[in-house]
């Protein structure tokens, strides 16, 4: 028998228990009961985490490390209002980041001198991450939709020292095949339902939610996965990243490219050392996915992580998916 939140919306509890097992449910249910930590990354263009942790500990502020990520600070008695007092934020030496968000660019791993697209860019706490990885060598084409939320990147590439990064303001579904196979590296952190940042006690985090937005989602999620395919060069990979739970917004738009461009695709596996990770689902009420999508990861919520879904692709040499059709069918 399914059981109800009384403060999350009803559908979305009773599609969760149709996606997972009952136990997997309540884990992610009781993942949204309390609000998380504060945390942050450290910016490694412009300080590093001994001298950071330094700062912080003038401003008695204490923080945890993370195992999986060295540059990520889970702080411990302050609000975020608190560090954005600090000089060190207006300096940019760090960034205000949740712990989820920072896997999807770990796993798409974009290397000093490469040709990355950040189709859906705004407000940059992955494209700043990514050219501290790339040491500030290589470029960055950081796109987002939403002209206000452009320009809170730009502000933001400024202040964290991000000097390759171009920022462009374009309807990510037509970018890849205005600009072709050109990129090495492609990161689609896709707009979503927002389902894994629910926090029970905040409707501010659900109340935008319905099954008609999740609709909306896969239809726009579809196409700038399309898109992001026919911007990366053979042999190039892909991540596919959202901060929602629910297999249509996730598996179901990476299995409907698997299918709609066959073998010019691969899912990679992801390397990622972190805990409580979930493999993809590879079923869904009763229908079949592609089996590869075992190789996704699935962030379930918990005291310190939103839930998030990271699939890393790549694009076969020779077959290339841009030669399909570029108007893909919702
Ligand atoms: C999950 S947020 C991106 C967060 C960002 N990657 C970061 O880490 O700071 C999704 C973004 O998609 C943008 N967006 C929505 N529709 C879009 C479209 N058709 N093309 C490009 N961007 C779009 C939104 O404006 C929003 O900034």
Redesign the pocket.
Known sequence: MTKRSPRLPDAFVERLYAAFPPARAEQILAGMRRPRPVTLRVNALKTDVRSLMAHLRQARIKVDRVAWHPEALVVKDARERDLAALPGYEQGLFYLQSLS?MLPPLVLAPQPGERVL??????????TQMAAMMDNRGYILA????PV?AERLRFNLSRQGVTIAEVSV????RVGGRLGPVFDRV?L????SGEGRFVEGDPRTHRHWSEKLVRRMVA?QRR?LASALRATRPGGVVVYA??TLNPDENEGVVDWALKRYGEALEVLPVALDVPGRWEGLTEVGGVSLHPSLRLAVRIPPSPTMEGFFVCKLRVREGGEPWQASSRPST
Not at 121 to 126: C, I, L, Q, R
Not at 143 to 146: I, L, R, V
């Open positions: 968000s950040d189709l859906a860019a705004a407000p940059g706490s992955k494209t796109n987002d939709a939403n939320r374009h309807d990510g579904r990161l952190d896709a707009p979503c726009l700038l959202t901060c």
